[in-house]
T-cell receptor
């Protein structure tokens, strides 16, 4: 499976944008890039995903490099509730055999 | 919220006893997953299922077995619990590779 590399931790001030990087230099052409986050004492929750083009939803934006070897999750205006561990995951398209494989993620701390 | 329920939510058991954790969904999703999460680690995949009676091993499957006799239920069994299996267990469901996965609230298992 293709691997991802994320910083162990990041800090950001409340109400400022946050850019969470992810490197995936061995990504294959059919790998989707997924982001999940895990709030304290909860199960992970889906944030966003994309394949080639940048994506936006109500929670965040996903910027994907042209060569797809890296991506950035953008939280446009961080709140205290965004403090969580963020996971960047590559989901291989192996029809009938999909699985989510988590790394250790980035622990995001929001400073009031 | 997605209809996914884990039971029990908390369990304490003795070394050597069998334990079964249940994941129940009401979404009719094809894929179901069992993960464990330990301090300092991200989620690690134990087993997953891509359909009724179709299961496969994840990265930490030793000591665990699973069964999926119907779409809505995915059972994780520890045949003979060991202290190293003390962990928080998460179940997840997804419909396909291009849609989000939904996670349960977790089961905290303590083996004494």
């Amino acid at each position: 499976d293709a691997k991802t590399t994320q910083p162990n931790s990041m800090e950001s001030n409340e109400e400022e944008p946050v850019h969470l990087p992810c490197n995936h230099s061995t990504i294959s052409g059919t790998d989707y890039i997924h982001w999940y986050r895990q709030l304290p004492s909860q199960g992970p929750e889906y944030v966003i995903h994309g394949l080639t083009s940048n994506v936006n939803n109500r929670m965040a934006s996903l910027a994907i490099a042209e060569d797809r070897k890296s991506s950035t999750l953008i939280l446009h205006r961080a709140t205290l509730r965004d403090a969580a561990v963020y996971y960047c995951i590559l989901l291989a398209l192996n029809f009938g055999n999909e699985k989510l494989t988590f790394g250790t993620g980035t622990r995001l701390t929001i400073i009031p | 919220d997605a209809g996914i329920t884990q039971s029990p939510r908390h369990k304490v058991t003795e070394t050597g006893t069998p334990v079964t954790l249940r994941c129940h969904q009401t979404e009719n999703h094809r894929y179901m997953y069992w993960y464990r999460q330990d301090p300092g680690h991200g989620l690690r995949l134990i087993h997953y299922s891509y359909g009724v009676k179709d299961t496969d091993k994840g990265e930490v499957s030793d000591g665990y077995s699973v069964s999926r006799s119907k779409t809505e239920d995915f059972l994780l069994t520890l045949e003979s619990a060991t202290s190293s299996q003390t962990s928080v267990y998460f179940c997840a469901i997804s419909d396909s590779d291009s849609t989000e996965a939904f996670f349960g609230q977790g089961t905290r298992l303590t083996v004494v």
